[in-house]
């Protein structure tokens, strides 16, 4: 029996400026759709498989202090394959403000410093253990490509 590779990506229609994955001999390109939880999933894979993307540290520091947020830490804590995909580097965490696109006359308003910073990153990832987080910097599209191959690869490999 012949498997099929093919995937189509979904993406989160409240994603703003997200990727689009073009047509290609895996892809068979991107919806946008509105999902439940997170950024992008494969069609038909979204119970099981979902990523939430952060396209710079200020984005996560202001979600660390939102609500919403928390709540879809808590939903992504369900998934079997959830990753939190972080287009910065740790160092980006550990240097805010400075390392932040906020204007410096701004930082003044700003709740956290690196370190406090890097403590809530820390508790983040101690109270959701099955959440996989990737600092990918600006390699996120890609390495979010070559992941969505592997896990067609392993429904494959599955449904043997």
């Known amino acids: 029996m012949e498997k099929n590779n093919k995937f189509k990506v979904t993406r989160d229609s409240r994603e703003q400026k997200g990727w689009i ?10 919806e946008i759709s509105k999902l439940d939880t997170g950024d992008y999933t494969i069609k038909g894979m979204e119970d099981f498989f979902v990523i939430e993307r952060k ?26 394959h959830a990753y939190l995909i972080l287009e910065f580097q740790l160092v980006d965490i550990i240097n805010y403000p ?4 906020i204007p410096k006359h701004l930082w003044k308003n700003i709740k956290i410093n690196g370190q406090q910073f890097l403590k809530l990153f820390n508790e ?18 890609q390495f979010v490509m070559s992941l969505f191959k592997r896990m067609k690869d392993l429904q494959n490999d599955k449904s043997k």
């Open 21 to 30: 994955f073009s047509e290609n001999d895996k892809c068979l390109g991107t």
């Open 55 to 80: 396209s710079n540290v200020s984005e996560l520091a202001s979600n660390l202090f939102q609500k919403r947020f928390h709540d879809e830490l808590l939903r992504l804590d369900k998934f079997p």
């Open 124 to 141: 983040l990832q101690l109270n959701h253990p099955n959440l996989k987080i990737v600092f990918a910097g600006n390699c996120g599209k």
């Open 98 to 101: 400075q390392s932040s696109n």
